[in-house]
T-cell receptor, first 112, second 114 residues
Framework: NAGVTQTPKFQVLKTGQSMTLQCAQDMNHNSMYWYRQDPGMGLRLIYYSASEGTTDKGEVPNGYNVSRLNKREFSLRLESAAPSQTSVYFC???????????FGPGTRLTVL | QKEVEQNSGPLSVPEGAIASLNCTYSDRGSQSFFWYRQYSGKSPELIMSIYSNGDKEDGRFTAQLNKASQYVSLLIRDSQPSDSATYLCAVRGWGGTSYGKLTFGQGTILTVHP
C-alpha cells in the first residue's frame, strides 16, 4: 500500500497562475483533508471531505477550491495564486472523522 | 486566542533524559487528543492518542490528559537523538464549527543532544 500520495512534490508559480494539487489514498478511507503548514503556525485545515460527495470549509479556505473526485481522490485548486499561499500543503485521510489521520508527503509550493 | 497552545521551544535535553512537552486547549468539550511527530522536511506521523483522563503509556512515550485543566502532555523517557523532531499537539473539536475537526498547536522543536 502506498498510503497517501501527493503530486507534485515541488512547484513554483507566478502570482495569478492557477494549479491543482492532487491527493490519492489507497486505504479505503472515507474522510480526506487538506492542510497548509507555515513556519511557527502548525497545521491549519483548508478544506475537508467527511465522505465521498461532501466537502466543507476549514479554518483558512479563502483562495482555494476542492473536489472530491471519488472515494480515493481529493484535489485542491488555487485559481489565482498569491504570494501568501506560499506554504507546504499536506493531504491526510482517515477511515472515520474521529479516527487517526494519515498524512501524505506534502507539496512545497512557492508563489513568486 | 489560539485554540491549542504548546510550550514554547526549542527544547533541548541530553540523551537519556526525560523530555516533557505540554499543550493546553480552549474547547472544553474536546474529547480526542493526539501527539504527532514531524521530522524536518517530512510529514507528521501519529505517535500517541489519548481520550480519557490520566496516563497512557506506549514504550518510552507517556501521554497525560487532564480535562478539568484542559491540559495534555507528552513525556519521552530515555530520550534518544532520533527523537529530535517537531512535536505537534492536536485536539479534536466538539463545539460549534470546531466539531470533528483537528486543531493543531504550533509545534515544539525537540533536540536531544548526545
Amino acid at each position: 500500500n502506498a498510503g497517501v500520495t501527493q503530486t507534485p512534490k515541488f512547484q513554483v508559480l507566478k502570482t495569478g497562475q492557477s494549479m491543482t494539487l492532487q491527493c490519492a489514498q489507497d486505504m479505503n478511507h472515507n474522510s480526506m483533508y487538506w492542510y497548509r503548514q507555515d513556519p511557527g503556525m502548525g497545521l491549519r485545515l483548508i478544506y475537508y471531505s467527511a465522505s465521498e460527495g461532501t466537502t466543507d470549509k476549514g479554518e483558512v479556505p479563502n483562495g482555494y477550491n476542492v473536489s472530491r473526485l471519488n472515494k480515493r481522490e481529493f484535489s485542491l485548486r488555487l485559481e489565482s495564486a498569491a504570494p501568501s499561499q506560499t506554504s507546504v500543503y499536506f493531504c491526510a485521510s482517515s477511515d472515520r472523522g474521529d479516527n487517526e489521520q494519515f498524512f501524505g508527503p506534502g507539496t512545497r509550493l512557492t508563489v513568486l | 486566542q489560539k485554540e491549542v497552545e504548546q510550550n514554547s521551544g526549542p527544547l533541548s535535553v541530553p540523551e537519556g533524559a526525560i523530555a516533557s512537552l505540554n499543550c493546553t486547549y480552549s474547547d472544553r468539550g474536546s474529547q480526542s487528543f493526539f501527539w504527532y511527530r514531524q521530522y524536518s522536511g517530512k510529514s507528521p506521523e501519529l505517535i500517541m492518542s489519548i481520550y480519557s483522563n490520566g496516563d497512557k503509556e506506549d514504550g518510552r512515550f507517556t501521554a497525560q490528559l487532564n480535562k478539568a485543566s484542559q491540559y495534555v502532555s507528552l513525556l519521552i523517557r530515555d530520550s534518544q537523538p532520533s527523537d529530535s523532531a517537531t512535536y505537534l499537539c492536536a485536539v479534536r473539536g466538539w463545539g460549534g464549527t470546531s466539531y470533528g475537526k483537528l486543531t493543531f498547536g504550533q509545534g515544539t522543536i525537540l533536540t536531544v543532544h548526545p
